[in-house]
């Protein structure tokens, strides 16, 4: 991978639509290696949704994501995602760049075959966590701001380390050796107060929750307008084991899923075995990680439908945990 980045002069790195910290960081870290061996870069997202984690973040590493990226580069990479349905593949593909694709979501061989280079690593916690390792593998001078951006990505994705592993811990320490960072800094890069609009949203979920007992575990689903992702989240903090959370608006769904560590260290994973169901009923597509998943799509009418067989999938694969 190292020498493919190397034979180019050119790039732009693409990131998936409303980019988290991890994706922003990975693009970020990835970029300042890149500009310190006098190459070209510039970072790209295709629609103008940016979290305010992740503009706090980038406003602590001093960059900027451009809403118009040039696909006319000698390499265009895509960060952080497997999904088509969060970037422009077509743009992509129409490019005559050298394309490369780095993640650590389960890969799907369709959207792999695209690329000419692939360096995937689903055992990864972030998608920095691989960045971090790409640029040991290029000697790369490990500044201050690329260490406090893969922190930053392996904090956020690893839910404040409640999933995070011994390799997630030990490349956090060593970014914030080699950064002189401490972990007072990173919690403050990405530390937004929840805003009252979320609040409610999570207030107006449990009014509107439902519940599965399945044996000793228990499935909780809803539906809001917005914030799917934190709500989904804060389910889990409610009790449950596994929570799908819908939001339709427009002729847009997504749908987001969280599993608790006790179901997803038995083999429990809705990035593989739960979410990839629901892809043709919301006329999208879904994937992710054991215990974090998502589905876009552009069937809102199929929301319940969908919710439903999230729900019966779940049920069956916690009947063999």
Do not use: W
Not at 116 to 124: C, M, N, P, V, W
Not at 143 to 164: E, M, P, Q, Y
Not at 181 to 187: A, D, T
Not at 274 to 299: E, F, R, Y
């Amino acid at each position: 991978m190292a020498k493919v980045l190397d034979s180019c002069k050119s790039f732009l790195l693409i990131v998936h639509k409303c980019p988290d910290p991890d994706a922003a960081g990975a693009a970020v870290a990835l970029a300042s290696a890149l500009k310190a061996r006098k190459k070209k870069v510039s970072i790209g997202v295709d629609k103008n949704t940016i979290s305010k984690q992740t503009k706090l973040l980038l406003k602590k590493l001093h960059h900027k994501i451009s809403f118009k990226p040039d696909y006319d580069v000698d390499c265009i990479v895509v960060l952080d995602t497997n999904s088509p349905m969060l970037f422009s593949l077509d743009k992509v593909l129409n490019s005559k760049a050298k394309k490369v694709l780095i993640d650590h979501h389960h890969p799907k061989q369709e959207v792999v075959e695209c690329f000419d280079e692939a360096f995937i690593d689903e055992e990864a916690v972030s998608a920095t966590q691989i960045i971090y390792y790409l640029l040991s593998e290029m000697n790369v001078s490990f500044t201050r701001n690329i260490c406090l951006a893969i922190a930053a990505g392996i904090l956020t994705d690893s839910a404040n380390f409640v999933a995070a592993t011994v390799e997630s811990f030990l490349v956090l320490g060593e970014v914030l050796e080699k950064g002189n960072l401490s972990f007072q800094e990173v919690l403050e890069s990405v530390s937004v107060p929840m805003e009252m609009s979320e609040k409610i949203a999570r207030l107006k979920a449990s009014q509107r929750l439902k519940f599965y007992r399945n044996g000793k575990h228990l499935i909780a689903v809803s539906k809001v307008s917005s914030f799917e992702g934190g709500v989904a989240k804060a389910l889990l903090y409610l009790g449950a084991d596994v929570s799908f959370v819908g939001a339709a608006r427009g002729n847009d769904v997504r749908i987001s899923a969280r599993a608790a560590n006790t179901v997803v260290s038995k083999g429990f994973h809705l990035g593989k075995d739960v979410m990839p169901l629901i892809s043709d009923v919301i006329g999208g597509d879904a994937g992710g990680h054991a215990g974090a998943a998502g589905a876009n799509g552009t069937k809102p009418e199929n929301l319940d439908r969908a919710l439903r067989l999230c729900v019966e999938r779940t049920r069956e694969l916690l009947r063999a945990i």
